[in-house]
C-alpha cells in the first residue's frame, strides 16, 4: 500500500512539471506570434529618405550657355558680269571696309569712257556755237536747249561708266576676316555671284535662351561675364544687346550678348559660351532636392509623409532650378516632411519608414 500512494505521488509531481512546460511552451509561441507580427508589419513598409521643408536663401544670380555668333557676317557678292583679273586675298586674311579684294577686266568699260568723253567734248562744241549764233538770232531758243541736254546727257555717260569701273574694282564694305573664298582669277561674274565670305570677330554676339522668370531680371546695357567652354579660366567682357520681346516655342525668351574678342582673336564663331548674370540680392524661398520630384520635374509632383508615416503625392508649382535644388513656388509650406529618395516604390498610401 505504502508502494502504491508513493507511485501516485511520482505520477501527480511529473503530470505538474509536464503542465509546467506545457504552459512555457505557450506563453513562448505566443511572444514569438507578436513578435513575427511585428516584423512582417515592418516589412511591409518602404525604406524611405525625408527631409523637413524650410526656407533657404537664394541668389537671384544664374547662369546660362549659347552659342558665339559672329557680329557681322557678310556673304560677298558681285554686282556687275565680267571675268575676274586678280584677287588680293586668301582665306584667313584680315581685310578693313573699304580694301580691294578683286578686279574684274574693265577693257571694255576703258573703250566706252574714250568714246563717251569724245562725245562729251564735241557736244561741248556744239553748245558754245549755238550760244554764239543765239546772241545773233541765228537758232531758236529750242535749238540751244537741245545742245545744253545733249552735253548733259554726254556728262551723265561718262559718269555712269565711271561708276562701272569703279565696280569691276570689289571692295569690302565690312571690316573681318576671310571665311571663304570663292572666285579664282579667269572666273566669269554675273551679278549676284558670291565671291568671299567674311565675318567680323572682332566683336560677337553670345546668343542665350533665359526663362520668364530670368528674363524680368535683364535689360538692355547690364554687363554681362562671359566665358568660353574651351577656355574657362579666361574672363570677357559683355554687355546685354537685345531681349527678345517674345518668347520662342519652348517657352524662352532669346537674349544676345555682345561680346568684345581678346587681341588673340581667341574666341571664334560656332563656340560654345557661358553668360553669368549676377545679381547681389537674395530672397528666401523653399528649395528642394530635383531628387524629390516624381518623374522629373517639369511633372511637378512629389510624396510627402504624414503623421501616420504614410506616403501620399502631392501637386506642386516648380520655379527656378539652381543645380541640384529646385525652387517650389505653390503646394508645400514650411513644416512639410518631403521625401526625397525611395519613391519608385511609393504609391499613394504606401507606409513608409524613414531613414537617415
Known amino acids: ?9 511520482w505520477i501527480v509531481i511529473l503530470a505538474g512539471v509536464l503542465a509546467g512546460i506545457a504552459f512555457v511552451l505557450e506563453e513562448n509561441k505566443a511572444e514569438n506570434d507578436a513578435k513575427t507580427a511585428i516584423v512582417a508589419e515592418e516589412n511591409n513598409t518602404v525604406l524611405v529618405r525625408t527631409e523637413i521643408v524650410g526656407k533657404k536663401p537664394l541668389d537671384l544670380g544664374f547662369s546660362v550657355n549659347g552659342n558665339f555668333i559672329p557680329s557681322q557676317e557678310l556673304n560677298f557678292s558681285s554686282e556687275k558680269s565680267g571675268r575676274v583679273v586678280k584677287v588680293m586675298v586668301k582665306e584667313g586674311d584680315a581685310v578693313r571696309a573699304g580694301q580691294v579684294l578683286a578686279t574684274i577686266r574693265v577693257d571694255q568699260l576703258n ?41 548733259e546727257n554726254a556728262k551723265s555717260r561718262i559718269d555712269q561708266i565711271n561708276i562701272n569701273i569703279g565696280d569691276a574694282t570689289i571692295r569690302s564694305s565690312i571690316s573681318g576676316i576671310i571665311a571663304d573664298r570663292k572666285v579664282e582669277p579667269g572666273s566669269v561674274l554675273s551679278p549676284g555671284t558670291t565671291m568671299f565670305e567674311i565675318v567680323n570677330v572682332a566683336q560677337l554676339k553670345l546668343k542665350v535662351a533665359v526663362s520668364e522668370a530670368q528674363v524680368i531680371q535683364l535689360k538692355t546695357g547690364d554687363q554681362v561675364k562671359v566665358t568660353a567652354s574651351v577656355f574657362p579660366d579666361k574672363e570677357f567682357s559683355g554687355r546685354v544687346s537685345f531681349i527678345s520681346p517674345k518668347a520662342d516655342q519652348s517657352l524662352n525668351f532669346p537674349v544676345e550678348i555682345e561680346v568684345s574678342n581678346n587681341a588673340a582673336k581667341d574666341l571664334k564663331a560656332g563656340m560654345y559660351g557661358t553668360a553669368s548674370f549676377e545679381n547681389e540680392e537674395t530672397q528666401m524661398a523653399i528649395l528642394v532636392p530635383r531628387t524629390a ?42 513644416g512639410d516632411i518631403l521625401i526625397t529618395s525611395g519613391q519608385v516604390n511609393l504609391s499613394d498610401g504606401t507606409k513608409v519608414t524613414p531613414v537617415k
Open 1 to 9: 500500500m505504502k508502494k502504491f500512494f508513493k507511485a501516485l505521488l
Open 111 to 151: 573703250v566706252d569712257l574714250q568714246n563717251a568723253q569724245a562725245i562729251y567734248q564735241n557736244a561741248q562744241k556744239d553748245l558754245e556755237r549755238y550760244e554764239s549764233a543765239y546772241t545773233t538770232g541765228g537758232i531758236t531758243e529750242q535749238q540751244l536747249a537741245q545742245a545744253r541736254l545733249a552735253v
Open 293 to 334: 520630384f516624381v518623374g522629373g520635374v517639369s511633372a511637378n509632383q512629389v510624396f510627402m509623409m504624414s503623421a501616420d508615416s504614410t506616403a501620399s503625392i502631392h501637386k506642386v508649382t516648380s520655379g527656378r532650378i539652381i543645380e541640384d535644388q529646385v525652387e517650389v513656388l505653390a503646394g508645400l509650406q514650411e
